[in-house]
């Protein structure tokens, strides 16, 4: 035994060195090296094949290997320097003389001893150590036959595809995924140093293999309002690794399609992870462990991002223009499902554990805080909130997303996820506060952040904008003058309709959001309730009831706030500035050294209304009635200005005198 130490010891330490072993030739050592596994005694075959909950992992344990606790030893030595041997093949690091040496050991190995398939028997014991090595050599030597020979192990992938569509469990399935993932991983990072065409021919090989399998091992049903998901063995470590394994498999699936830019390829298992994503998010609220539920997070936030596969070296895939058929509506669905969660309380489900976890440990950092919460799960559930916001808005102008809650409502559960988790939203501050507070220690993290605020800003100064009016009405590019006077004479002339009109929208619009919380919560709710109310700017404000007596708190968003005030991004010392800025305009159409502020043409009920809202959230539901109202008073001020100065392009009385009726129908 001590000889065939000697031996390995001496090759392994020649690899290393870029020699070549001087003792015995590659035929010798090839020998030594097969026998030092062969002779291993293995119980590999008790529950390979066994159904999750009548799976049942052993430690880690020499107890099923031969008497001589040596053998084991030499079986990871051998497992070692066969990992290295591929590798440093597949490289070309070494020098011709020591290549052929090695090319030789791995030829009588593989071709002649059926040395695979010893590696594959032995990456399914319960061994997790030599489980894990066996994995590592078998891949290695599955890269170098792709890269060198351009071809498939027949070997590795019948038994991918027996393991993935057997419903197989335990070592067997964690050393199946893990094995693959490392497959793609290598193709993905060095494209190019492959034959066209390896990677689709890859996936095309495993992917019905794989979308069975994560039908088996993620749910996608539908467990209900209320219910937790339940995975087998959930509360065991051995469970928690199998979910890891699959999540970063599902990683490099997603990136492997960002990475093909061909919109004829399309496989079914990198979709996996936007179409079914609702399957993802139900294990965030399941009985597993932390890392698993922030993994999950992380990926998601990643996919959304279109940065799949970047801490992982795969360089940029293609945008969302570039890919393929289906890449657009998979994001909106992923966008969907993640909205449609926070709209049922999916928020209040997600854990933040309190003190910072690295390997799954339970210790703290050394100085840290005992109330420092995990800022990167903060800032993963933010940006998948945000981004889906984005998305969604950008497809439809968020149409969809007003239909449901409305992105106040969608903010607002955010910030009060964030507040219950740690954030501290100090009562008068503004909102910006969180972006600052969540996102300081990742400058990429907060761009994403700013651009998708940003755009849900614009999104909303667009709305019951009169200043848009405006651009339209002196552009000549369009005939809106002429459709903009029949609709007003409509509107005039059928005034108690557009009345019953507003009303319906309203009532469709009014969607309640609401969380069922503890006592002790009630004033934290009421400081947020205000810091919302001030810091969204709603105006003829939406609005916020808690119930005392019974601990619950529903936020109701009638219906698309005018604008999300520039202080959303900008520090405190600028809001009282920005207080009374008007939403942005294509046009400064008030910069004369003669203007006068706009409320010297309102009316006197409609300046008191605006005064009002510029210091007092309404508590009373507004109505889009009087959002339209006021939008065409502003427009009838502006233009009134603009006519009196001579700038207004065409002469506009006609249009001043309807304006002017339909505000004295009010």
């Not at 409502?409 to 954030?423: E, H, N, P």
């Not at 508590?619 to 008073?633: A, E, G, K, P, Q």
Request: hydrophobic fraction near 35%; charge should be negative.
């Amino acid at each position: 035994m001590n000889e065939q130490f000697h031996v390995l010891n001496d090759a392994y330490r020649s690899l290393l060195s870029r020699t070549s072993p001087s003792k015995m030739s590659s035929h010798e050592l090839a020998s030594s090296m097969f026998t030092c596994v062969s002779e291993l005694t293995l119980d590999a075959s008790d529950g390979s094949h066994s159904q999750h909950q009548d799976q049942s992992r052993d430690p880690p344990t020499s107890s099923k290997y031969s008497p001589n606790p040596n053998g084991t030893e030499l079986a990871c030595l051998v497992l070692t320097l066969v990992e290295k041997i591929s590798s440093k093949l597949t490289s070309q690091q070494l020098s011709q003389e020591t290549s052929l040496y090695f090319k030789d050991v791995s030829t009588v190995l593989f071709q002649y001893m059926d040395f695979m398939s010893k590696l594959v028997h032995l990456a399914c014991c319960k061994d997790r150590l030599l489980s894990h090595l066996a994995a590592k050599s078998v891949s290695s030597y599955v890269i170098f036959e792709l890269r060198c020979f351009n071809t498939v192990n027949q070997i590795w992938e019948w038994k991918c595809l027996q393991v993935l569509q057997n419903r197989c469990s335990g070592n067997e399935l964690d050393a199946c995924t893990w094995s693959l993932t490392t497959v793609l991983k290598a193709v993905l990072k060095e494209t190019s140093e492959y034959k066209p065409g390896t990677l689709e021919k890859l996936l095309a090989t495993f992917d019905t293999a794989l979308t069975a399998a994560y039908s088996q091992l993620v749910p996608v049903e539908s467990l209900g309002h209320g219910n937790s998901a339940s995975y087998p063995s959930s509360n065991t470590a051995d469970w928690a690794t199998t979910l890891t394994n699959l999540l970063a498999l599902l990683e490099v699936l997603t990136a492997a399609r960002f990475k093909l830019s061909t919109s004829s390829v399309c496989f079914t298992s990198s979709r996996l992870s936007l179409v079914q994503a609702s399957a993802l998010l139900r294990i965030v609220h399941s009985h597993v462990h932390y890392f698993v539920k922030k993994q999950v997070l992380l990926l998601l936030k990643r996919i959304l991002l279109q940065k799949a596969g970047e801490d992982m070296g795969f360089g940029e895939g293609s945008s969302l223009m570039h890919g393929d058929d289906h890449m657009t509506s998979d994001i909106l669905t992923l966008a969907d499902d993640v909205l449609q969660a926070v709209h049922t309380d999916w928020l209040q489900c997600v854990p933040v554990e309190s003190v910072a976890f690295f390997f799954g440990g339970t210790g703290q950092l050394c100085g840290g805080s005992s109330d420092a919460f995990d800022h990167v799960m903060l800032r993963a559930v933010s940006l998948v909130v945000l981004k889906s916001l984005e998305y969604k808005i950008k497809s439809a102008g968020g149409k969809g997303v007003c239909n449901t809650i409305g992105i106040h409502g969608y903010l607002s559960a955010l910030l009060l996820f964030l507040s219950q988790r740690g954030v501290q939203l100090k009562q008068g501050s503004h909102s910006c506060c969180w972006v600052s507070l969540v996102f300081g220690e990742q400058d990429d993290d907060m761009m994403e952040a700013a651009k998708a605020l940003l755009l849900l800003y614009l999104h909303h100064s667009i709305s019951f904008d009169h200043s848009i009016l405006l651009d339209f009405l002196i552009s000549t590019e369009t005939c809106f003058l002429e459709y903009f006077v029949r609709y007003l004479k409509h509107l005039r002339d059928d005034w108690e309709g557009f009345r019953t009109v507003c009303q319906k929208i309203d009532g469709s619009d009014r969607c309640k959001l609401s969380w069922k919380i503890s006592q002790k919560d009630d004033q934290l709710l009421d400081n947020l309730r205000e810091e919302l109310q001030q810091s969204l700017c709603v105006s003829r404000g939406s609005v916020s009831t808690s119930s005392h007596s019974g601990g619950s708190v529903t936020i109701v968003d009638p219906e698309p706030a005018p604008c999300l005030q520039p202080s959303l991004c900008l520090p405190s010392g600028s809001a009282t500035a920005l207080a009374s800025t008007p939403p942005l305009s294509l046009v400064d159409y008030g910069s004369s050294e003669e203007s006068e502020t706009e409320d010297d043409d309102l009316p006197s009920g409609l300046k008191q209304d605006r005064l009002h809202s510029d210091s007092v959230v309404h508590t009373h539901n507004s109505h889009s009635f009087d959002r339209t109202v006021m939008c065409l008073t502003e427009l009838r001020v502006v233009v009134t200005r603009l006519q009196r100065r001579s700038l207004f392009p065409y002469n506009a009385t006609s249009l001043l005198k309807l304006l002017t009726q339909i505000e004295a129908k009010k």
